[in-house]
T-cell receptor
Framework: DTAVSQTPKYLVTQMGNDKSIKCEQN?????MYWYKQDSKKFLKIMFS???????INETVPNRFSPKSPDKAHLNLHINSLELGDSAVYFC?????????????FGPGTRLTVL | GNSVTQMEGPVTLSEEAFLTINCTYT??????LFWYVQYPGEGLQLLLK?????DKGSNKGFEATYRKETTSFHLEKGSVQVSDSAVYFC???????????FGAGTTVTVRA
């Protein structure tokens, strides 16, 4: 059984479009995250939700809006896509927001903006 | 703020060679330290972790020791296999927050 799943796996779209990436975890975790991995493999956190409440909001353009309908889901909506948004986006979850806890990662969504 | 510096790759080794990937960190307080591994086309998986000074994390033949005096968490494996080919990330989570700060990643290729 997949612990953290993301859809779609690949997303190719034109500049200016709006798109969403969905994430679901079946681990019963309270906390979920979105990370962006650039072409040089550098990973940076974007957002985190705990029990559907936003707890981490890094310096990310307003075009990016996370939504957590329940503890098991955290979606990422991106408006007016730009070339620089091309990256691999990873969802992750952890039992709770603690510095000790392992984060479990999804397989990633490769977004290509043309 | 918190930051992690790890040795740049890529690293290419022969099977059964010794692997070391250096990682140093900057953080206030007592962070937790992690090594994550990313196999081709997959998400990250936790390889090992250490949550306090002098702790040694180990898994799948890999080891790393949390050295507060040198602010380091170097990853080692005595005899690598082709299946160890992956990107390895050193990361920390601060004692006052729970964001993971990652190093730049080190690509390791093991040749038969």
């Amino acid at each position: 059984d997949t612990a953290v799943s993301q859809t779609p796996k690949y997303l190719v779209t034109q500049m200016g479009n709006d798109k969403s990436i969905k994430c679901e975890q079946n681990l019963g975790h309270d906390t979920m995250y979105w990370y962006k991995q650039d072409s040089k493999k550098f990973l940076k956190i974007m957002f985190s939700y705990n029990n559907k409440e936003l707890i981490i909001n890094e310096t990310v353009p307003n075009r990016f809006s996370p939504k957590s309908p329940d503890k098991a889901h955290l979606n990422l909506h991106i408006n007016s896509l730009e070339l620089g948004d091309s990256a691999v986006y990873f969802c992750a979850s952890s039992q709770e927001p603690s510095s000790y806890n392992e984060q479990f990662f999804g397989p990633g969504t490769r977004l290509t903006v043309l | 703020g918190n930051s992690v510096t790890q040795m740049e790759g890529p690293v290419t080794l022969s099977e059964e060679a010794f692997l070391t990937i250096n990682c140093t960190y900057t953080a206030t307080g007592y962070p937790s330290l992690f090594w994550y591994v990313q196999y081709p086309g997959e998400g990250l998986q936790l390889l090992l972790k250490a949550t306090k000074a002098d702790d040694k994390g180990s898994n799948k033949g890999f080891e790393a020791t949390y050295r507060k005096e040198t602010t380091s968490f170097h990853l080692e494996k005595g005899s690598v296999q082709v299946s160890d080919s992956a990107v390895y990330f050193c990361a920390l989570s601060g004692s006052n927050d729970y964001k993971l700060s990652f190093g730049a990643g080190t690509t390791v290729t093991v040749r038969a």
